[in-house]
Every structure is written in C-alpha cells, then in structure tokens.
C-alpha cells in the first residue's frame, strides 16, 4: 500500500503517532477502539499503516 494519501498524509507517520499517543496515555488497543467506536483489529491496522482511515466532520 503506497504509504501516501493524495499526497497529503504518510500514513506510517500518523499510525506511529496515534500508537505513540495510546500507548502515553496507557490504553490497550482494545480499550482506544472501544473509545473511538472501531474494532481493536482495525486500530492496529491504522497504526501498521495497512489501513487507511476515515476522516468525518463532527
């Protein structure tokens, strides 16, 4: 999978920065997919760069 999104996101990058920050603020896979409403297999492929994820205005 090409690690760039229209250019814009290295999504290497931003799944080492979202593990970063889960694992700084001491929560399992698990625990980060059922805060955000996803499975933990899909978390993991968002930090393994496998994924590519959605992004919705709230």
């Known amino acids: 999978m090409n690690e760039k999104v229209n ?5 290497k990058e931003v799944g080492m920065r ?16 059922e805060a955000v409403g996803v499975s ?5 492929h968002i930090e393994r760069a ?3 994820m959605s992004l919705t205005k709230a």
């Open 50 to 52: 496998q994924r590519v």
């Open 40 to 44: 933990a297999m899909y978390i993991g």
């Open 18 to 33: 979202i593990r970063a920050e889960r694992e700084r603020i001491g929560l399992t896979r698990e625990q980060f997919a």
């Open 7 to 11: 250019g814009d996101f290295d999504l």
